[in-house]
């Protein structure tokens, strides 16, 4: 432990914990990287408590959001009452840029939600187990490797300052044209028609990295969506091994899966249901489940998505079909089943409640899925990989943009390829005047102006590239135009046409 | 430290007598009011006479309004501030001397070493000792010469006068004393107390200015205020014995009479400041703060330096805190922090600057030598050394949020035809000799014309923190000065001098000399310049244009209106009438709907401002330009990659327009439904038309001081 690595550290502490002397140690939930001494971690959130105890004073309803020093920076996000996030993160001298606060505080709230998402909240877990030891083997299970997933060799990849045209926690759609929206929507209909055991309560269809519908509320979807294509989607599921059988599973779950010593009245006591006395009889080691483990997603033969990261059940024959938590729309428990035919990946929720005690209902599920939409899935796919324009399909030449829809949490944006050949005094700037305005946007929000916050900026850079950015309501637009010798009133123009094609004219003037 | 503190505080605790008497005797008062209208025939120009006696007035005036008694005999300590500070020509004590001063303080406070006190503290506080009086007279015979003759070279005099004081008030007499001392250390305690009765007194002034420049600040601390007189009173009364007991209770309810200073960090109403200032120690000990009473937030004080030292100890440095509207914003000067705690969305990049500013302030009173009381003494208060200049530091917050200096680093010149600015310079480099450093004549914080040393210049920020300084000193509007300064930008460790005057209400003379004796060959050279100056009418320009203002953009057009040839017949009155025309075309601005904007001529370090006009008349609407002003320039300034060339931005409130280039900076606010095509177009004609004008609008060619 000689040289721990500290340019990133991540912490989660309840202050309603720990209250007495001596006690500290219990309020920490979760610390990054966990080999930090005690006084370390003990160290900084002393200062975020103190800190938050400080700012309380004159902003008692937006305790701190970030402190700087010289050396780091520390983002603030409180998830929960009483529960705060802690990123802190080592400035670098060469870039001595951070990425911005909000998009900082946009990774700690997608961490969130995507736990949130497997587990429940941190609160109902720490009510379940007061001792607060299946919330740390919860986190402990997911948050290493959710930190893993955003950092890029030893750096958060969003500190790179690509990010300021992409948005955290948001949506990209897929254009659709309207007959194969509607035949999206016939299929889901018919997916979502099975009673039963078997029955669906939620689809999420996406193509590629894209989604092309769901019936989620947005803010369950945004999560789902995040989820699915970190690991489910094609280029996300584990190549390694095509055609692997469950036998395979198993060998390797025995092998690689975490077993923390959470039992599994502690889970399911989270989760709902059964009683402890018939969870005893099997397993005393248990798996938290680690969802972004990374290549613990296997396409079946049949099209289906394997995981082994929620375990194995008792007889060691089949793995576990995982479950999530829906926040938004009944905080209720599903299971989670994946389909897949080439591009296409189908989601599919079933309510936990209808099943039987110890059914799966994901086989009958399968049954159905394959005897009687198959073909509809594939030929669905077919129609949607014809239609689809290629992983330019987003980009509009001469411009360089994002647009976000807060409302439905829907983001469109330029493709990532493009993105990169704009220069970095370019990025820099509109990292720059993004940070400004989320801070103006923040103010505008607390005064709770009834008004629609209303912008629009346009700067020409050091290097002659103009950044403009226009917001009306929620939604918001950025772009970034290298065309050295546009003038202000070029720009102007130049951004209203491209408000008028691609954005509905959302942003026209009048 | 001022040398001359001392004494200013002395006189302002005779001050603070009279005023505690007043609400209790009115008779003292008129009392005191005969004397000094005797003493005024008698001294005609004897500054301070016709203060205090317009102090006096002032209580009998306003006897209801307990404010208004306070803020005048603040006034009037001011003013005694300001004869005291020229009084003190500093003989034998240069700077290091003072430091000595405080280090001997330092001691005596910190350690509770009282026998220094003593010692000391025998000779002043004794009132009615008149004859101690005599005997610093005697010591000094020169000093006390310098304080009276400046006024009006009749010694006895003044001392008459003084002495008139003492009967009627005894404690006045430690004032007195204390302006005679010479001994170091004598006068340091000295100091001690006065800055007890100047802390009281201060407190009222920035928020009853009588100038109405500190109008905005409009609370007042009523309560605080009925109570003053008696607080004062009471505090001498400490000072007296408590010298001898301990500094503990020097500092015991030191600046009872601030705005807000009944509130403290557990009151509600506090923590609802939009803006707070502080400066403590490094070891915790308040030092300033915007609002409250200093000592009452010593626990506060406390906590910023645990948040601050915590931090340190991880070998790290706190920059800002940020909560939602909230920003705290830390600055380490060596032993000094400064902190602010705002609600206002300004850019990090201002609140640092104005700490900065507010550091610079700190020096230009006392200079770098202060961090020197710290290394020998962690727990050193400063406060006392501060006593009686609560007003400058409240008067320039306040500036944070008018003055456009305050973020553009630059000054503005008073608009003036570019012959009668020449002539300006003429009599200020006639004056020349080699212990002069800076000659500058200023109409409030505008400058008309400045001179320096060869290879000396003057930084703009130094002229906004010494134009805030003598504008925030009543006491300088109406006498002659001599007052010990530092200008943190030029040296920050050495003490200058500067003569001060106003040649009228709205003139001011400033003469910078390394030479601590040279007030009387200043006071010469003062009326050599303000002869010249009278004989080519150039006072007269000045006058005119300060009563026309400044450019208004309903005036501007496409560059026809020169502003020497046609100057608008508009004086101060007229400007009012104006508005009424200007009334009827509400909303309307400029050309393009042009209602404001800003010129900085970048290699000259100077810009231009259009006046305030019909659509921004509100004080709302100025502040509200002026922070989107002060943001824009921070984001074009911000910038990682160098600065932006271009900025447009549109919300509810304005159009700005923001253009920097390597020769100057504009910066335009439109109607919120302006075209861009026309703002621009009016931009364009703009810059062309002050640079067509720079003559008349910009001091040039004064960059390389000759002489």
Redesign the interface.
């Known amino acids: 432990m000689s040289e721990l690595d500290t340019s990133v550290q991540l912490c989660i502490f309840d202050t309603s914990r720990g209250q007495s002397d001596g006690q500290e140690l219990d309020k920490i939930l979760f610390f990054y990287p966990s080999e930090s001494p005690f006084s370390a971690q003990l160290?900084l959130i002393?200062?975020g408590e103190?800190?938050i105890t400080?700012?309380k004073?004159?902003?008692p309803?937006?305790?701190?959001?970030?402190?700087?020093?010289?050396?780091?920076s520390h983002v603030f996000f409180q998830p929960e009452p009483d529960i705060w996030m802690i990123l802190v993160i080592e400035k670098r001298k060469e870039s001595?840029?951070l990425g911005r606060?909000r998009a900082l505080q946009a990774i700690l709230m997608e961490a969130h939600g995507l736990f949130t998402l497997f587990y429940g909240s941190i609160r109902a877990l720490l009510l379940n187990s007061p001792s607060g030891d299946v919330a740390r083997s919860c986190l402990q299970a997911f948050l290493p490797d959710y930190i893993s997933d955003v950092m890029t060799v030893k750096r958060l990849s969003m500190l790179s300052s690509h990010s300021g045209l992409q948005e955290r926690g948001t949506i990209q759609m897929m254009a659709l044209d309207r007959s194969t929206a509607l035949e999206v929507q016939s299929v889901v209909d018919l997916l979502q028609s099975w009673f039963g055991s078997g029955r669906i309560h939620h689809t999420l269809l996406l193509f590629q990295d894209l989604l092309v519908s769901t019936t989620l509320p947005p803010e369950d979807a945004a999560h789902l969506y995040t989820y699915a294509r970190m690991r489910l989607i094609p280029a996300a599921i584990s190549t390694s091994s095509g055609g692997h059988s469950l036998k395979k599973v198993l060998s390797r779950a025995n092998s690689s899966s975490v077993h923390l010593k959470a039992s599994a009245s502690d889970i399911t006591a989270a989760g709902q249901r059964p009683s402890p006395a018939d969870s005893s009889n099997h397993h005393s080691q248990f798996f938290t489940p680690r969802p972004l483990q990374h290549d613990k997603w296997w396409r079946d033969n049949d099209g289906f998505l394997v995981t082994d990261a929620w375990g194995v059940d008792a007889q060691g024959m089949s793995a576990i079909t995982p479950t999530v938590w829906l926040q938004q729309s009944s905080q209720e428990r599903m299971k989670l089943v994946a389909y897949q035919h080439k591009q296409l990946t189908v989601v599919m929720l079933i309510s936990v409640m209808h099943l039987a005690p110890n059914a799966d209902g994901s086989h009958v599920l399968r049954n159905q899925v394959l005897e009687k939409a198959s073909n509809k899935l594939n030929a669905l796919e077919d129609r949607l990989s014809k239609e689809w324009g290629g992983i330019n399909a987003n980009h509009v030449p001469g411009y360089r943009y994002l647009y976000v829809d807060y409302d439905s949490r829907v983001s469109k944006a330029s493709p990532a390829g493009k993105i990169a050949t704009l220069t970095?005094?370019s990025l820099?700037?509109l990292d720059?005047?993004r940070s400004?305005i989320d801070?103006?946007k923040?103010?505008c929000d607390?005064s709770g102006e009834a008004?629609p916050y209303?912008?629009?900026?346009?700067?020409?850079?050091?290097?002659?590239a103009w950044v403009v950015v226009r917001i009306r309501g929620n939604h918001e637009l950025y772009l970034v135009l290298e065309r050295a010798s546009e003038t202000?009133?070029l720009t102007?123009e130049a951004t209203e046409k491209f408000s008028r094609r691609h954005c509905d004219g959302i942003f026209a003037s009048d | 430290m001022r040398e001359s503190d001392p004494s200013d505080k002395e006189l302002n605790s005779e001050n603070n007598d009279l005023q505690t008497e007043n609400p209790g005797s009115q008779d003292v008062s008129f009392a005191y009011q005969q004397t000094f209208d005797a003493k005024q025939a008698d001294d005609g120009p004897c500054s301070l006479p016709s203060h205090l006696s317009e102090k006096e007035l002032d209580n009998n005036g306003s006897s209801t309004c307990d404010n208004g008694v306070n803020i005048e005999s603040a006034d009037a300590q001011r003013e005694a501030t300001g004869l005291t500070t020229f009084e003190f020509p500093v003989p034998e004590e240069g700077p290091q001397t003072y430091v000595k001063k405080v280090k001997s303080e330092l001691e005596g406070a910190s350690d509770g070493n009282q026998t220094e006190y003593n010692s000391d503290g025998i000779e002043e506080p004794d009132p009615g000792d008149t004859n101690a009086n005599a005997e610093h007279r005697e010591c000094s015979p020169r000093v006390a010469n310098a304080q009276f003759n400046s006024q009006d070279k009749s010694d006895p005099k003044g001392n008459e006068i003084l002495e008139q004081r003492d009967t009627v008030v005894n404690r006045s007499l430690t004032a007195f004393s204390s302006t005679c001392n010479i001994e170091p250390v004598e006068s340091s305690i000295i100091r001690v107390q006065s800055a007890v009765e100047n802390g009281n007194m201060e407190g009222h002034r920035p928020y009853a200015d009588s100038e109405g420049k500190i109008a905005s600040l409009s609370a007042v601390d009523g309560v605080a205020a009925s109570s003053n007189g008696r607080e004062s009173f009471e505090e001498i009364e400490v000072v007296d014995s408590g010298l001898v007991k301990n500094g503990g209770l020097l500092k015991r309810d030191l600046f009872l009479e601030k705005q807000h200073q009944s509130e403290d960090d557990s009151s509600e109403s506090w923590r609802k400041h939009k803006k707070h200032f502080f400066i403590l120690s490094h070891a915790g000990k308040p030092i300033y703060s915007r609002y409250g009473d200093e000592h009452k937030l010593a626990g506060f004080a406390a906590t910023l330096q645990a948040i601050m030292s915590f931090v340190e100890n991880g070998g790290d440095r706190i920059n800002y805190v940020r909560s939602g509207d909230h920003q705290v914003v830390f600055l380490v000067k060596g032993p000094v922090y400064l902190v602010s705690i705002s609600s206002t969305n300004e850019p990090l990049r201002v609140l640092r600057r104005q700490l900065d500013l507010l550091h610079g302030q700190l020096l230009l009173i006392l200079t770098r030598s202060l961090e020197k009381c710290f290394v020998k003494n962690a727990n050193f208060d400063l406060r006392p050394l501060l006593g009686g200049t609560e007003n400058v530091f409240s008067s320039l917050i306040h500036s944070f949020s008018w003055n456009f200096a305050s973020f553009l680093s630059s000054y503005t010149c008073l608009p003036l035809s570019h012959t009668a600015r020449q002539a300006a310079g003429a009599a200020l480099q006639d004056i020349a000799d080699k212990n002069l450093l800076f000659a500058l004549l200023l109409s409030d914080s505008k400058v008309i014309s400045l001179v320096g040393a060869q290879k000396a210049s003057l930084h703009p920020d130094d002229i906004f923190l010494l134009s805030n300084f003598v504008s925030s000193s009543e006491s300088f509007r109406n006498t002659e000065s001599f007052s010990p300064i530092c200008l943190p930008k030029y040296n920050s460790m050495t003490f200058l001098y500067a003569y001060i005057r106003y040649l009228d209400p709205d003139i001011c003379l400033i003469l910078i000399t390394k030479n601590s004796d040279a007030f009387f060959h200043l006071k010469d050279c003062r009326a050599r310049i303000e002869g010249f100056l009278m004989e080519t009418h150039v006072l007269r320009d000045i006058s005119n244009s300060v009563a026309r203002g400044g450019l208004r953009v309903e005036e501007l057009p496409g560059g026809d209106v020169s502003y020497t040839s046609a100057p608008r017949s508009r004086r101060m009155g007229d400007t009012k009438d104006s508005t009424i025309t200007v009334k009827l075309k509400a909303g309307v601005g400029g050309t393009a709907g042009l209602w404001h904007f800003i010129y900085r001529c970048v290699y000259l370090d100077q810009y231009v401002a259009s006046e305030f006009s019909s659509p921004l008349e509100t004080p709302q609407a100025k502040k509200r330009l002026f922070r989107a002003y002060q943001s824009l320039y921070a984001s074009i300034h911000g910038a990682p990659t160098g600065a932006h060339q271009m900025q447009y931005r549109r919300d509810g409130n304005f159009v700005l327009l923001a253009w920097s280039t390597s020769d100057f900076e504009f910066l335009a606010a439109f109607d919120p439904l302006a075209e861009k095509s026309s703002s621009i177009t009016v931009c364009n004609r703009v810059c062309q038309w002050v640079r067509d004008m720079e003559n008349d609008l910009f001091f040039i060619g004064g960059s390389p001081f000759n002489w």
Request: net charge negative; hydrophobic share 35%; glycine share 10%.
């Open positions: 160290s002393g200062l103190g800190i400080f700012t004073m004159f902003s309803n937006a305790p701190c959001d970030i402190i700087d020093t010289e050396k780091r001595g840029e606060t970095k005094d820099l700037s720059k005047v400004e801070i103006a923040g103010r607390g008004q209303e912008l629009e900026t346009c700067v020409r850079t050091r290097s002659n202000l009133l102007a």
